[in-house]
T-cell receptor
Framework: DQQVKQNSPSLSVQEGRISILNCDYTNSMFDYFLWYKKYPAEGPTFLISISSIKDKNEDGRFTVFLNKSAKHLSLHIVPSQPGDSAVYFCVQGGSEKLVFGKGTKLTVNP | SAVISQKPSRDICQRGTSLTIQCQVDSQVTMMFWYRQQPGQSLTLIATANQGSEATYESGFVIDKFPISRPNLTFSTLTVSNMSPEDSSIYLC?????????FGSGTRLTVV
């Protein structure tokens, strides 16, 4: 049973619009979440994180929202750019071990 | 953030053979992590490699199949032994860095 679920394997949006990537988790014990972006033939790169003392963290075009009661977080990208096209992984941390979701492939169309 | 050099980037191997993957970090780190991403799956932690001690393996992974070396604080290897087609995956190393972790570029392994 997956601890971190990204139910949308893919998402397509138009350039300039908002991209919303969703993630659900089951284990409330670990309260630190990260988003990673992965381009083909490259390793994942860190994008943004959030700890449970916050419900929002913003960095430029990227904002992560955390709803602890719903065990849900989302990554908002606005405005979306073609260079944002990649696979996005929702990751649960807080211990030494990271738990990854399966990823959502985002395609931003010009 | 840390720079990790991972080799090889890809390989095609015969079943029954072994492949050793190397990761070199540009600074000293206490812990290094090895992950596997099977096709269509999420990244899964194989083991944690600490310098000077045996690696700690996650459930479902054993040392005989995935021996790990950690001779110093900047280098580690993962060997995929006695390979079968089910071992075809992307293998990545990772080290803690700041708010997150830095990953190597990955090794895409195909076993035929």
């Amino acid at each position: 049973d997956q601890q971190v679920k990204q139910n949308s394997p893919s998402l397509s949006v138009q350039e300039g619009r908002i991209s919303i990537l969703n993630c659900d988790y089951t284990n409330s014990m670990f309260d630190y979440f990260l988003w990673y972006k992965k381009y083909p033939a490259e390793g994942p790169t860190f994008l943004i994180s959030i700890s449970s003392i916050k419900d929002k963290n913003e960095d430029g075009r990227f904002t992560v929202f955390l709803n602890k009661s719903a065990k849900h977080l989302s990554l908002h990208i606005v405005p979306s750019q073609p260079g944002d096209s990649a696979v996005y992984f929702c990751v649960q941390g807080g211990s030494e071990k990271l738990v990854f979701g399966k990823g959502t492939k985002l395609t931003v169309n010009p | 953030s840390a720079v990790i050099s991972q080799k090889p980037s890809r390989d095609i191997c015969q079943r029954g053979t072994s492949l050793t993957i190397q990761c070199q970090v540009d600074s000293q780190v206490t812990m290094m992590f090895w992950y596997r991403q099977q096709p269509g799956q999420s990244l899964t932690l194989i083991a944690t490699a600490n310098q000077g001690s045996e690696a700690t393996y996650e459930s479902g992974f054993v040392i005989d199949k995935f021996p790990i070396s950690r001779p110093n604080l900047t280098f580690s290897t993962l060997t995929v032994s006695n390979m079968s087609p089910e071992d075809s995956s992307i293998y990545l190393c990772s080290v803690p860095r700041g708010d997150g972790y830095t990953f190597g570029s990955g090794t895409r392994l195909t076993v035929v």
